[in-house]
């Protein structure tokens, strides 16, 4: 199983987003993610990682061993449901084209704590789409994006993290949460939101 886990409110709000809905799992690694989608009752989950190693059988699981630059140069197909958990920290831009495709995007991963997930070019792009769903939580932060926003909204802690990650500066979850809730934090931070 992939890192973290879920509480049952984060695994709620994801159901009521995945059910029905066909989405993809952006480096899906042993497809524990994948097949939790399907229980939540995802109609089929698209498991894209360069090296897939399924643990599950699901025939909801389309499994597919293929780098994000290979499925993009094929046109893979992007539904309009995104899942992305502990997103590798290095700029990967075929990863961001296709989150930028996605119309919902559930993000699953930690930024704090000593733990970074994603990119800065992530998480400014992620910082500029609604917030439908939050939970942040010291294990394992869940937050489900919508469409773009046209002005600047409040940053998360998780996205403030992200953004401000330094092996030399850990940035302490409590802390994080504390700054997200300063309303010129952006302005403070030198950030866009």
């Not at 480096?27 to 939790?36: R, Y």
């Not at 930024?111 to 994603?118: E, K, P, R, V």
């Not at 869940?142 to 030399?168: N, W």
Request: charged share 25%; proline share 4%; hydrophobic share 40%.
């Amino acid at each position: 199983m992939s890192y973290g886990r879920m509480d049952s409110p984060q695994r709620k709000a994801i159901e009521e987003v995945v059910r029905g809905e066909r989405v993809i799992d952006l480096g899906c690694g042993d497809g524990g993610w994948s097949e939790v989608l399907v229980i939540l009752g995802a109609e089929c989950v698209i498991a894209l990682d360069k090296r897939v190693m399924p643990d599950a059988g699901s025939r909801q699981i389309q499994w597919i061993e293929q780098t994000f630059e290979e499925y993009e140069a094929i046109g893979g197909e992007v539904p309009k449901i995104a899942f992305i958990s502990w997103p590798v920290n290095r700029v990967l831009p075929a990863l961001l084209r296709m989150i930028e495709r996605a119309e919902v995007v559930i993000y699953l991963g930690k930024n704090t704590d000593g733990t970074a997930c994603g990119s800065v070019p992530l998480f400014e792009h992620l910082s500029g789409r609604a917030l439908l769903k939050h939970f942040p939580k010291q294990a394992n932060t869940l937050t489900i994006y919508g469409g773009p926003v046209s002005k600047a909204r409040m940053l998360t802690g998780e996205e403030i993290a992200a953004r401000f990650f330094s092996y030399d500066k850990i940035i302490r979850f409590d802390e994080a949460e504390a700054l997200a809730e300063k309303a010129d934090v952006v302005t403070q931070l030198s950030w866009r939101g």
